[in-house]
């Protein structure tokens, strides 16, 4: 009686393992397509805020996603992802949410010229433009349209009453027609140079989205919207819009760990920087969609990376690492430019970069946006390709002279969305100043004292000299308070000015000085 048990025991054991194994290397909705309960299975593949990433880099400077992950595997390894599930499923769309083009040392050369070809061999179906598309300027971004060999789509971006761009696309996938259009967040331009986009508008979301939608109603079964929105906006949109089956959602660089459903339609993010490849895999019965499945994948063996690819980007990276190679100084800790640090609290980098800006300016106070920093300087030797990467924006040192009652009002919009450290680029860092502020305030009414280096109120009535850069001072962000300051001079790019600052200053050990106070913070 013994050993049956035993042979039980061992029997249920291995049937535990077996229903394990299967659940885990066995996908069933596709066992169910291959027996007939779906008829059809049409995967979407998805990038979004590759920012400029085509090589592969084993530190992502704190530019997070949902989850931990410290591997960005840049363009050439996610088309070895993209093209292993090409090769299981022939009906497969690839499809990219923005922010595309600008943010790294490479995607600077010749304003994203490097981006476009690897992008080219990487076998998009279409994309939508994000807003840091249009950081080499409007102009750039449709000669870069032109240069693509996949459409770009937006349904909302109109240039002197115009669509700028195709509105939508219609394409086959096995047997099913696949409406595709693309939408990009309305605050595009506060995001940018505005000066430099004359006549470019972005519409309301939602009315072009129903429009839209009303035109594809007989050309498409399925209808995807590529959107570059923010998957906060998205969610509003899908409340006040029906008929799209799926959203593609970018900009905030979230990852989606599963798929989620607002009334009738999918939402997935597959997170930034490179770092994942999102599928969603469509599956349909009685000719109509019937259930989701959403997988973000990544790989961190780089040698998978497809070598066509991989030989475009590292021609540019060699090109950008050899012109900035140069070791300037060093230091003792990593410089801090995490992500959602620098757009919630003092940190290393930003009093470093804040006082370089201060003193490079001959002024008595600096203001940087913390959105303009996008990593981390790590431990060790810095060379000009850590400061580039850290600083990838072309903006310039400008310095402008502004009354104080404005500086207020600035450092009241930067504080106007804490604590998210996703969207607010805008939160500023200072030098020459303190500021303090009541996290249980509403938006507005956040600011409790700004005080100088002397420990002084900040004078409203006074007019001071404030180092910032051509963005703010162009009213990105959305501060207009700078951008109606008197401009008294223009100086280098940010990155050449740090690097100069620091040059010759041996082992650097920047510590956080207390600059900015939050109180009664009601979230954490």
Known sequence: MKSYKNLIIIGL????????????FVNLDSVLVNAGYYQERITILSTADIHGHIVYDEETGGYYTLDEVSVMMGMPLMKHIIDEVRNENKNTLLLDSGDLFHGTNEANIEKGKGVVEVANLMGYDAMTPGNHDFNFGFDRLLEIRGQLN???????????????????????AGNKRIGLFGLTEVGALINTNSRDNEGVTLEDPVKCARRIIEEL???????????HLGDDVDRELVKKVDGIDLILCGHHHFLYEKADKVNNTYLVESGGYSTHVGQADMYFKDGKLAKLDWTPKNIKDKSKADPVLDAVAQKYHTIAFESAKEVVAKTKDKLDGFRSNVRTKETTLADLLTDAMRETGKADIALMNGGGIRESIPAGDINLYSIGKALPFVNSLVTIEAKGEDIYSAIERGIRLYPDGGSNGGFLQVSGIKYEFDASKPAGKRLVSITTSDGRALDKDKYYKVATNDYLYNGGDGYEELRKAKLLNKGELLKDVLSKYIRGKGELDIKVEGRIKAVNERYK
């Open 13 to 24: 054991l291995l049937l535990g393992a077996a229903v394990f194994l299967v659940a885990k």
């Open 217 to 227: 109603k007989d050309k498409a079964d399925v209808v995807i919207l590529i959107s």
């Open 150 to 172: 996949f459409p770009v789509l937006s349904a909302n971006i109109y240039k002197d009453g115009k669509p700028a761009f195709d509105e939508y696309k219609v394409v086959n």
